[in-house]
């Protein structure tokens, strides 16, 4: 499967971006997603979590109230709605998958749970 993520930027601070990411290869409808960030210097860092069929949902405290993850698996494709932007949600973000189908991962904040990741879109958010 491949995963491509789009919709990064440059953003003042307190605006607002929605990253998209689609998938190839193989239907997602069934699979698990997570959005990651890693900024520069730093470690990746897990931003949001969607379960296959969009019921359970979980983000990071550092993004909650701010960022929604949503899909749309018609389209194949995830979202990550992130509004009130704050420069230091800079970052490169990524998508990913992973897991047995209708499954969830052990942790969803983990790396290791995530079998395919995306390229990463930039997100550049200004003061």
């Known amino acids: 499967v491949q995963l491509q993520a789009s919709g990064g930027g440059l953003v003042q601070a307190g605006g607002s971006l929605r990253l998209s990411c689609t998938a190839s290869?193989?239907?997602?409808?069934?699979?698990?997603m997570g959005w990651f960030r890693q900024a520069p210097g730093k470690e990746r860092e897990f931003v949001s979590y969607i379960s296959w069929n969009g019921i359970n949902t979980y983000s990071a405290a550092s993004v909650k109230g701010r960022f929604t993850i949503s899909r749309d698996n018609a389209m194949n494709t995830v979202f990550l709605h992130m509004n009130s932007l704050k420069p230091e949600d800079t970052a490169v973000y990524y998508c990913a998958t992973g897991g047995a189908p209708f499954s969830a991962p052990r942790t969803v904040v983990d790396p290791k749970g995530y079998d395919y990741w995306g390229q990463g879109t930039l997100v550049t958010v200004s003061s």
């Open positions: 290869g193989r239907a997602i409808s069934s699979h698990y």
